[in-house]
């Protein structure tokens, strides 16, 4: 992002160096950094010091004299630098035998880093198997990574964690004879505004101004839902790493691609395999106003493909990006798909959310109303290409913007984007400068060509709207269902009920060993079931956009109402479907002399014990409101 001084930005425009690439071209695949959970082996047991391999951290002072003529310059924020590498961590990592398999854990160590992350050219894990990537106090770990992030090219980003050293750990079980293959090509050193840094006394947390206020803060309620659709993003350019803010948005499709909308001068790059390697942070926030003592946990994906840019820092054009996820949005992400506005004029109301200096989310308020300018930091004109806000207080702070802000939405009072920022003047000790965002309008027909517009990825329908409302993702099908039993006795029916998710307008049922055993309703009743046996239900549900087959081998379990019949001692009656209030039962033997006589309660079944009876033939009789009903049981030694 911008920040200049006021002589700078007399010769701005004079300094800058234009670097877009507006085609779009195929892009190599690669999975998204989505981790699956679960606990590390160190945390169950002991282990043994792994080996350490150093990587050489790189020249602070260039990278400082570097980023001193830069920030006198239309860049991004710089906060990282790749370090080469060609570490196969099954040959490097030390192997230990395990309960049930075995485990390999490698430190990898840069010194100096604030943090570090890893690339890997060659990521293939067997099933079964588990990666873990975790700092060396365990304050923070990622994973686990299994064969569900296996790619077509091996290629995967995993996101940055704290400290100088972190340690790879990866399990597999004794019965999985493949070995994974993890060959690290890169290694990230993170040297400057991690987003979360504890101990930077200076600051409350992070590394973001301490005039900023946090996103949930009362003054922020409004757009609680539109909050979920801010995202961190670290921009990869060639060997440098930068952090930038981007937005899920919205297309009239309502198909909810995973487009991403951010400012084209985060990105410098020249290759468009960087793309592989951007991550992007879902959920980065505190829970509450106040600055959290510990870093927030966030979701993450990695890798993106370029869909259209401009970088209009220069004449009067806007300042976009549009790119779209490697892969859909995970449901439980709780990702906003933000609508967008394409108007000239604004009203009071409207907002900033973003990731300053790579920290957690924040929200800043525009004093009055957004002004419409011809170009960056110039005069006032409604057709003009950007937006010109200045800040105002809150009740919480004093929001602004800083570096990693760039390419963070700018909300009208409707919670709708109408502008994304490509950078200003402000900060927490100059509050009252001024801050510019490219507008939507100017985004939407920039250039000749769809890779240079906005207008044909978000309105692909061509309708010529000029607002478009955000939304969940309320499409994504998710096919689950539920029923009043999974255990019945022969003869006894069970009711299905529909919980898919994704506003599913079709469904299709079969049901094994059922009648009948097919159905095209939402929740089938009465279904029944004749004979003992397990017996497979499959439900095929589908919306306008997607179907999903769900198949639960052996759900419904059909068993005699007293089973085991003969027993050897221990069987159980099965007296309704339905839960009784309560029932008697009276147990006797085939010459009719009672052996045992009980009440049960709340339950429709009965757990017996025949194991200090002779063998023979015995009558169990229930007894239920104005019902009686005799079953019999063989004892056998």
Not at 155 to 170: D, F, K, R, T
Not at 482 to 504: M, W
Request: net charge neutral.
């Amino acid at each position: 992002m911008l920040k200049l001084s006021i002589l700078q930005m007399i010769n701005y425009y004079s300094t800058l160096i234009l670097s877009a690439f507006l085609f779009l071209l195929p892009c190599k695949m690669i999975n998204a950094q989505i981790s699956y959970g679960g606990k590390t082996i160190i945390e169950r047991i002991a282990l043994p010091t792994p080996p350490i391999v150093d990587f050489a951290a790189p020249d602070l002072i260039q990278l400082q004299k570097e980023d001193n003529i830069s920030a006198g310059k239309q860049h991004p924020y710089r906060v990282a630098v790749g370090i080469k590498a060609d570490c196969d961590f099954i040959q490097k990592a030390q192997q230990t035998k395990v309960l049930n398999g075995n485990v390999w854990r490698l430190m990898l160590r840069s010194v100096g880093a604030k943090a570090l992350s890893v690339t890997f050219s060659k990521f293939y894990i067997p099933e079964q198997g588990q990666l873990f990537l975790y700092d060396t106090n365990l304050k923070k770990k990622i994973g686990a990574f299994t064969f569900e992030n296996n790619s077509s090219d091996g290629v995967l980003a995993l996101e940055i964690l704290p400290g100088e050293s972190i340690i790879m750990e990866y399990f597999q079980p004794s019965s999985v004879t493949t070995l994974p293959q993890l060959v690290i090509n890169e290694i990230s050193y993170v040297y400057r505004s991690p987003g979360f840094d504890p101990a930077a006394a200076y600051k409350e947390f992070g590394w973001a101004g301490n005039c900023e206020v946090n996103v949930n803060c009362p003054d922020g309620l409004q757009f609680s839902n539109q909050k979920q659709g801010v995202v961190r993003i670290l921009i990869v350019s060639g060997s440098n790493k930068f952090w930038c803010t981007g937005s899920v948005v919205n297309n009239t499709n309502r198909d909810f691609k995973p487009y991403i909308l951010t400012a084209a001068h985060c990105w410098e790059g020249i290759d468009l395999t960087d793309f592989d390697k951007w991550m992007f942070y879902f959920n980065y926030e505190s829970q509450g106003c106040t600055n959290p003592l510990t870093e927030p946990t966030s979701k993450t994906m990695s890798g993106a493909s370029l869909i259209s840019s401009v970088n209009g820092t220069t004449g009067n054009q806007s300042d976009f990006m549009l790119v779209q996820l490697k892969q859909s949005i995970p449901l439980d992400y709780n990702a906003w798909y933000f609508g967008w506005s394409r108007e000239i004029i604004s009203n009071p109301g409207a907002v900033g959310i973003h990731h300053p200096e790579g920290d957690i989310k924040k929200i800043s308020f525009v004093l009055d109303a957004p002004i419409a300018v011809t170009e960056f930091a110039g005069v006032p004109n409604p057709n003009g290409t950007y937006w010109q806000v200045s800040w105002r207080s809150s009740v919480s702070g004093f929001g602004v913007t800083e570096p990693g802000s760039s390419g963070s939405p700018l909300l009208n009072k409707d919670g709708r984007i109408i502008g994304t920022l490509t950078g200003g003047y402000s900060a927490c000790d100059s509050t009252a400068l001024n801050d510019y965002y490219g507008k939507v309008s100017a985004h939407w027909s920039n250039g000749a060509t769809k890779t240079s517009q906005l207008g044909p990825w978000l309105d692909p329908q061509n309708t010529a709207i000029t607002e478009f409302s955000g939304g969940y993702n309320n499409n994504n099908i998710i096919a689950q269902f539920s029923s009043d039993a999974v255990v019945i006795p022969p003869g006894y029916s069970v009711n299905f009920t529909d919980l898919s998710l994704g506003n599913p307008n079709q469904w299709s049922w079969n049901f094994v060993g059922g009648e009948p055993s097919t159905s095209n309703v939402e929740n089938p009743k009465g279904i029944s079931y004749n004979k003992t046996g397990n017996y497979d239900v499959q439900l095929i549900t589908a919306n306008n956009f997607q179907r999903q087959t769900l198949l639960l081998k052996g759900y419904i379990q059909v068993k005699s109402q007293v089973y085991p019949n003969p027993t050897r001692g221990a069987a159980e009656l099965f007296v309704s479907k339905d839960i009784l209030p309560q029932f008697d039962v009276r147990i006797s033997n085939v010459q009719g002399m009672q052996i045992s006589n009980f009440t049960v309660k709340n339950t429709n079944k009965v757990s017996l014990d025949f194991s200090n009876q002779p063998r023979g033939v015995y009558f169990i009789t229930v007894f239920t409101t104005g019902n009686t009903q005799t079953y019999k049981i063989v004892v056998a030694r």
